[in-house]
């Protein structure tokens, strides 16, 4: 699938924004309002997509004593103002994070902690330990399948079924790192323990064309920006069905989570007068953007695929940050703040005199 490192600036150009203006928490809230609880989704989509709203969950985890659906960071980044700074231009400035998928449960530790079966089905990759228990400290320096020994992170999104087959990603898929903002010297590593939903599976159609993370929507054989699955893709071996799709890269410095597992995220918007992006005032830290580009090795007939949580637009994903501090800080620096392309050794074969972020064994030298 190709790559679209210019797309950044002309797909936020508008949708950032929607979303400076609106609020990530906002768009959710529209979402909700246009699709209902889903105590009064229509009959028809209810059942695949009960136990899934953006709700408090009923249950408090380890990193959130109280329940109350806030976990503060610790110490709290202060004192930040978004960057209006325009450094040379570099084409790229971002690494990927390869890793495979680990196993599938109906669990999700953000959205319902301590509640295993309670979601929708989901495809895990990363930290092979998730599932609804998983806490920060659970995370921590775990086994993972991400090329990245130093990333234990915590990967998910719905599982894809093509009838009543569960039809998995093969190998490692590309989770993209990036800069999300013209200054891409002001990007910073993600604080441990950060975790945030991307997208909303109760978003309609049009919410979802209309995301600010929207990219390509599902792509097949020639067929690209399909909001909801192609009727058919090419029937040959060689052709997967493709999604890609950006998160929020700007932290409101306060909070790992917040009771929507979204509000303390926002994506860039648009400098005025500019086509650079830069974070809102109420969201001042620059974070890498994650981009999950994901290959499904389904093709032909498409009428029966669907995903766990309902409709092709239905699409979203969930990140944990379990990377170790200091790998993550050595891609970071290396990678996006250097403007490279990187690998996940945070090597890039354009610029082979920058050398490499990690050793052969992806591992800090």
Not at 24 to 50: E, K, L, M, N, Y
Not at 222 to 227: A, G, K, P, R
Request: charge should be negative; glycine fraction near 10%.
């Amino acid at each position: 699938m190709r790559s679209s490192p210019k797309r950044l600036p002309a797909l936020l150009l508008g949708t950032a924004l929607l979303a400076g203006v609106l609020g990530v928490g906002t768009i959710a809230s529209a979402a909700s309002a246009a699709t209902g609880t889903a105590g009064s989704a229509p009959a028809a989509v209810s059942a695949v997509r009960a136990g899934h709203t953006m709700a408090v969950s009923t249950q408090a985890s380890a990193d959130d004593p109280d329940g109350d659906g806030y976990i503060p960071a610790v110490p709290q980044v202060t004192g930040v103002t978004p960057s209006w700074a325009d450094p040379p231009h570099r084409y790229f400035h971002e690494f990927q994070a390869n890793c495979s998928v680990t196993h599938t449960a109906a669990d999700d530790p953000i959205v319902f902690p301590g509640q295993p079966g309670k979601s929708h089905d989901h495809t895990f990759m990363g930290n092979t330990s998730t599932n609804a228990y998983s806490t920060t400290a659970s995370l921590d320096g775990g086994a993972t399948t991400c090329k990245a020994p130093g990333d234990a992170s915590a990967y998910w999104m719905p599982s894809l079924f093509n009838g009543e087959q569960k039809i998995l990603p093969v190998g490692p898929q590309t989770i993209y790192y990036k800069a999300g903002v013209t200054d891409y010297t002001s990007v910073r590593p993600f604080p441990k323990g950060l975790r945030f939903v991307v997208g909303d599976p109760m978003q309609s159609a049009d919410q979802f064309r209309h995301h600010p993370g929207f990219v390509e929507g599902w792509e097949c054989g020639d067929s690209y920006f399909n909001v909801d699955f192609p009727a058919g893709c090419p029937a040959n071996a060689s052709v997967q069905l493709n999604v890609r799709f950006q998160a929020p890269s700007c932290w409101d410095g306060k909070y790992l989570d917040t009771p929507d597992h979204q509000s303390h995220m926002a994506y860039p918007v648009v400098k005025p007068g500019t086509n650079d992006n830069v974070c809102p005032t109420d969201h001042p830290v620059a974070l890498p953007m994650i981009e999950f580009k994901m290959a499904f090795p389904v093709n032909g007939d498409m009428s029966q695929v669907r995903l766990a949580s309902g409709r092709g637009y239905s699409f979203h994903y969930d990140f944990f940050n379990g990377w170790d501090d200091a790998t993550l800080k050595a891609m970071v620096d290396h990678c996006i703040v250097g403007g490279l392309q990187c690998d996940a050794r945070g090597y890039d074969q354009t610029h082979p005199e920058a050398g490499a972020a990690l050793n052969e064994d992806y591992r800090l030298p």
